[in-house]
């Protein structure tokens, strides 16, 4: 079965940087790069909020408005990873991030696994 | 709009069912068949219940059942179990507005 393990995740300052990752493993149909993949994270106390997705290719990229020019969303299909590089960052942006492997080949569509997540505080 | 609209809770006593509303747009829900309900118990990762509205994952009960009417999806829950209670998310594509994908404020699921 399809696993996805975020790490990176951790305590920044205001306008501080840091990068997520999300190793995949467990495809048995297809492989990792034949899928679009996202982050989607959860504030503390609040739903869950869609952030960006990236093309199975890696070579269109999606982000919803509140990150988008502070974020950048990538990844190496030769080593089964995601990447989120996170700048700039404020308090609002603290939350879980979690990884999803979506069912096409653009955006997504919809999630069919899901990582555990990984927390990002932003705090002075 | 940022988030499709859920009630904030719903709850059942085991074996009775629950229903929990998802109402967006014609922008969203009622414009595309990719509504996706997920079930989350904190601490862990969120699960796919239902895809493109109405269809179930291998593995995943026949106690859980989606349906859409217009620019509203619903899911219920038969049969509750304790193991159902949960936080439970709508999702819906949105083409190429922004966000892309949009997200239910979503409903804790309390078993009696």
């Known amino acids: 079965e399809v696993q996805l393990v975020e790490s990176g995740g951790g305590l920044v300052q205001p306008g501080g940087s840091l990068r997520l990752s999300c190793a995949a493993s467990g495809f048995t149909f297809g492989s990792f790069g034949s899928y679009a993949v996202a982050w989607v994270r959860q504030a503390p106390g609040k739903g869950l909020e869609w952030v960006s997705s990236i093309s199975a290719s890696g070579g269109t990229s999606y982000y919803v408005a509140s990150v988008k020019g502070r974020f950048t969303i990538s990844r190496d299909n030769s080593k089964n990873t995601l990447f989120l590089q996170l700048n700039n960052l404020r308090a609002d942006d603290t939350a879980i991030y979690y990884c999803?492997?979506?069912?096409?080949?653009?955006?997504?569509?919809?999630?069919?696994?899901w990582g555990r997540g990984a927390l990002v505080t932003v705090s002075s | 709009q940022s988030a499709l609209t859920q009630p904030p809770s719903a709850s059942g006593s085991p074996g009775q069912s629950v229903t929990i509303s998802c109402t967006g747009t014609?922008?969203?829900?009622?414009?595309?068949?990719?509504v996706s309900w997920y079930q989350h118990h904190p601490g862990r990762a969120p699960k796919l219940l239902i895809y493109e509205a109405v269809k179930r994952p291998s593995g995943v009960p026949d106690r859980f059942s989606g349906s859409r009417s217009g620019n509203t999806a619903s899911l219920t829950v038969s049969g509750l179990q304790a193991e159902d209670e949960a936080d439970y998310y709508c999702?819906?594509?949105?083409?190429?507005?922004?966000?892309?994908?949009?997200f239910g404020t979503g409903t804790k699921v309390t078993v009696l």
């Open positions: 999702s819906s594509y949105a083409g190429n507005s922004n966000p892309t994908y949009l």
């Open positions: 014609s922008s969203d829900v009622g414009g595309y068949n990719y």
């Open positions: 999803a492997k979506g069912i096409d080949f653009w955006s997504g569509l919809y999630f069919d696994y």
